[in-house]
């Protein structure tokens, strides 16, 4: 919480430097003219426009490292809610052709589906052509297995994949205080059971 607020803070420390300097260089030509015009030779000039610029300086210079670390923590969660999704709706059209959502340790092309409860890591086969009981071939379903965020965890180096024992999928990852999950649509922070 009082991350927030710093970064809030900071946010609009940024955009009030900013605008100062716009404003600065918009109407520095009509304050140099004037001060030219009312001013005598032998006389003082008073305060020196390079003052707002060191002061723009020092505000985006105080205010970029932390903008810049949200922006890339949102860059992740981004991704990994993005390829939850995608991993969710892949395990889902397995789940559609072959009659239930494929075995935890499934690498062939048989149709292997989960007969109870199972966590690993995202099954093989899912990148391979499967061929159901009716002998229909499809897929395959995805193309690689997406690659975690940095720093985020799930299982094996890639994204959880956990059968329930009422045969419920579940895709999931953890981190930056953030659990993305294929079965809920909003991002969790850290409560409810762990990825």
Request: charged share 20%.
């Amino acid at each position: 919480m009082l991350a927030d607020a710093v970064r809030l803070v900071l946010t609009w420390m940024a955009y009030v430097a900013v605008l100062t300097a716009a404003l600065y260089l918009l109407s520095w030509p009509v304050l140099w003219a004037a001060a030219r015009w009312r001013s005598r030779p032998g006389r003082a000039r008073g305060w020196r426009p390079w003052a707002v610029w060191v002061l723009a300086a020092a505000c985006l210079a105080a205010a970029a490292p932390p903008l810049a670390a949200d922006v890339e923590r949102r860059a992740r969660i981004a991704k990994a809610r993005g390829d939850v999704l995608l991993l969710g709706k892949a395990v889902g059209t397995y789940a559609a052709h072959c009659g239930g959502p494929p075995a935890a340790d499934a690498a062939g092309g048989d149709c292997r589906v989960a007969a109870g409860a199972a966590r690993s890591r995202l099954p093989a086969a899912l990148l391979k052509r499967q061929r159901n009981a009716r002998g229909v071939e499809a897929g395959p379903f995805l193309e690689f297995i997406p690659r975690l965020p940095p720093g985020w965890s799930g299982a094996a180096g890639v994204y959880a994949y956990s059968v329930t024992p009422d045969v419920q999928t579940r895709v999931c990852a953890a981190g930056d205080g953030v659990i993305a999950d294929s079965r809920s649509p909003a991002d969790r922070r850290g409560r409810g059971e762990p990825c």
